[in-house]
């Protein structure tokens, strides 16, 4: 049974999608990196994905993965403004959510 980690529940999940819409609207998202953050999002509230599920989806390691969501989070100097402050709070809760379980196993976690 996944546990899930406080704070990453149903409201934060329809809120990161919709920035991820936004982010795809304004053109500072492209097809493959919406992808990347979806699945991340997906994700999150478990702690991220293992890595088999990385490999089958994305045909990379998890390390390389996370490599990926952070550069397809990290703001480019053509995004607009509101894009890059909604890239930067992405890609730092992402990080977060998917090291949880990775960092600090001891952690609380929601039933």
């Not at 409201?11 to 819409?21: A, D, L, Q, T």
């Not at 492209?30 to 990385?54: C, Q, Y």
């Not at 992405?90 to 196993?105: D, G, H, I, Y």
Request: proline share 5%.
């Amino acid at each position: 049974m996944r546990r899930y980690i406080k704070g990453f529940d149903a409201i934060w999940s329809r809120r990161s999608i919709g920035m991820c819409e936004l982010l795809e609207r304004a053109h500072a998202l492209g097809p493959f990196d919406r992808s990347l953050v979806s699945f991340g999002i997906m994700w999150a509230p478990t702690g991220g994905s293992d890595a088999e599920e990385i490999m089958i989806t994305f045909g990379v390691s998890r390390t390389d993965y996370l490599a990926l969501l952070t550069g397809a989070l990290t703001p480019r100097s053509d995004d607009p403004r509101q894009a890059k402050e909604l890239k930067t709070i992405l890609r730092e809760e992402l990080l977060r959510a998917w090291k949880f379980n990775r960092e600090n196993p001891v952690q609380a976690f929601e039933p």
